[in-house]
């Protein structure tokens, strides 16, 4: 029998087995990057007023067909870890500032692939890390340099249309116009007396019908549901809130009542119709006139609503709850109990109403909440005017925290190309290698603009660069047919948030830099558990043609 012989100590002796792992720089950097590469030259086609959408179908085999960058990363389930680190910083960026997440990984992308050059030229991993750091700072420290128009009243709508048109019309080209006035007119009627907005108190209700123009903001909340009761509107009413179903809660797990006969049996049901009708005429009692349910409506407990004069409604979701429940001034309430001293809110009108044909109940109430009643033909066109609108809830929100604004149309990124460049050129040692690359990268945005939009880049990017070295930082890439490939983004109004646009090159440069100073990458073995059912490989072919 041969002896056993030991392998000698190494790093896959000290893992448990089924560990992969891969080291230095072919292995671990180079394979990361092709996989950076990869996301980005996905997200790439949809980036900008001319991107393409993606459609996607997700695990529960719903369609989806979408530009959002923050969306497609939700709905993608990337098994890559280094992908998946990358998707990661895009999704901080969408949820921080709800925009600029595809920005985020074009320029990531961008910034390992000029990385990769370096490595492979000679460079140490440190010195492209300290470049790329270096021109982090230095991009960030000239933006605020390169502002050109600062939002002087939050609550003028003409003047907020104006900033937020670039983008809202990076979903939706061609409505910027108006769908900036729509969405300026709303943000200024949810901004608080204090000077706060927060997106949450606009609500987005998507009615199927009409075109976009037929959109609208409505004042107070509306919701598209029906009111379940017989009563149909209150005025200065009470609401009570309540996240549970609207009748007596039952056990989750089964159970046997043995009844000796039939009365028994009738006393049993007595006693339950009697229980529900005290709660809800203790709910009448307590001076409610709305009653706002999350889960189903028992007919027994709707018909007592109705003897008592009492309105309901069923909401669906749990987050249009807290929405009524913050702009009502409600504490949801967790079982059918009498509400406590303070836990009801109070609206001025609530009344069911038709739009379209579809019927929706509306919560008129003073104060900063407001709705946008959005209209059209197709599912996916009410989806891309949804993206478009909360694009735009989420820049004014940037706006109140910074009035700022840069040059956008990939302006204030070739602004930045150009100064880093020349001062890359001048610097002593290996830093200036990172920082000549870190210029390069930023040109891949405005150089995306142009091919997303069918110009020529090369011709495209040689005259914004040369306009750009002769001083005019606001010189832009204009999409749309005719004319000439460039235009001064701050006269024709795309304007970008300073606070996004900041934010973009400081995630973009740390996951670069993070990524680049990874030397191992471990996978562990997948833990057990039942085995997920395989997706089907053949899901693009008839079922009879299926093996
Ligand atoms: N009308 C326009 N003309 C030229 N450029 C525009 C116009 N509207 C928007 N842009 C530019 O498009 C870019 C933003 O595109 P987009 O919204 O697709 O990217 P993002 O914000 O990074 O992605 P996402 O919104 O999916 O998170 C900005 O640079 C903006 O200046």
Redesign the pocket.
């Known amino acids: 029998m041969a002896a056993h012989v030991p392998l000698p100590p190494g790093l896959p002796q000290l893992l448990k087995a089924g560990t992969r792992y891969f080291s230095g720089l072919q292995e671990s950097l180079f394979s990361h990057i092709t996989a950076c590469r990869a996301l980005a030259l996905c997200l790439r086609t ?4 001319l ?1 393409r959408n993606k459609l996607l179908v997700t695990h529960l085999g719903k369609a989806l067909c979408t ?4 969306t497609i990363l939700r709905e993608l389930q990337l098994e890559n870890p280094v992908a998946r680190l990358l998707g990661a910083a895009s999704q901080a ?2 949820e921080e500032t709800g ?6 990984v074009l320029l990531a992308g961008a910034l390992l692939d000029n990385a990769e050059k370096l490595l492979r030229a000679g460079l140490p991993v440190a010195a492209v890390r300290d470049g790329y750091d270096a021109a982090c700072k230095e991009a960030v420290r000239l933006l605020p340099g390169l502002a050109c128009h600062a939002l002087v009243d939050l609550r003028d709508p003409d003047g907020v249309a104006w900033a937020l ?3 809202v ?3 939706l ?1 061609g409505y ?1 116009d108006f769908l900036a006035g729509l969405v300026a007119r709303c943000c200024v009627a949810a901004l608080s007396p204090e000077g706060a907005f927060e997106p949450d108190n606009v609500r987005l209700c998507k009615v199927p019908g009409g075109g976009v123009t037929d959109s609208r903001l409505l004042e107070g909340l509306v919701f598209c549901t029906e009111a379940e009761s017989r009563v149909h509107q209150a005025r200065e009413a009470r609401i009570a809130v309540y996240g549970c179903p609207f009748g007596l809660a039952r056990s989750e797990t089964k159970g046997t009542v043995r009844f000796q006969g039939a009365a028994e049996m009738r006393a049993y049901g007595d006693a339950e119709e009697e229980l529900l009708a005290r709660r809800v005429r203790a709910i009448a009692e307590e001076g409610a006139g709305v009653v706002v349910v999350g889960g189903r409506v028992d007919p027994l407990a709707l018909q007592f609503a109705d003897q008592l004069g009492l309105m309901v409604v069923r909401l669906g979701s749990r987050l249009e709850l807290q929405r009524l429940c913050r702009a009502v001034g409600a504490v949801p309430l967790a079982s059918l109990v009498p509400p406590p001293p303070g836990a009801m809110g109070h609206c001025r009108r609530v009344h069911l109403s038709e739009i379209g044909s579809t019927a929706v109940v509306v919560f008129r109430q003073d104060g900063p909440v407001a709705t946008v009643l959005l209209r059209g033909a197709t599912p996916e066109l009410l989806c891309s005017l949804e ?1 478009a609108v909360t ?1 735009g809830l989420n820049t004014y929100k940037a706006l109140v925290s910074d009035r700022r604004l840069l040059p ?3 302006a204030v990124e070739m602004a930045l190309a150009v100064r880093l460049a020349t001062l890359g050129t001048y610097l002593p040692g290996l830093e200036q290698y990172g920082i000549l690359e870190f210029a390069q990268a930023l040109k891949t ?1 405005p150089a995306t ?1 142009a091919e997303n939009a069918g110009l020529p880049v090369n011709e495209t990017m040689a005259a914004l660069e040369a306009l750009h070295q002769l001083g005019t930082a606001t010189a ?4 749309g047919e005719g004319g000439a490939p460039t235009m001064d ?1 701050a006269r ?1 109004g ?1 304007l ?1 948030s300073l606070l996004v646009k900041e934010r ?1 090159l400081r995630l973009a440069a740390h996951t670069a830099t993070t990524l680049l100073g990874v030397s191992h990458i471990l996978v562990a073995k997948k833990s057990g558990g039942p085995k997920v059912r395989g997706e089907n490989p053949n899901w693009d072919l008839e079922p009879d043609a299926l093996e």
């Open positions: 949809s980036y900008g007023p991107g530009a959002h960058a923050g960026q969408e925009d600029g997440a595809n920005a985020v048109r670039a983008a019309g990076s979903k080209f910027q993206e694009d956008g149309a990939g945005l603009l832009g890439v204009r999409p983004a024709e795309v970008d973009v």
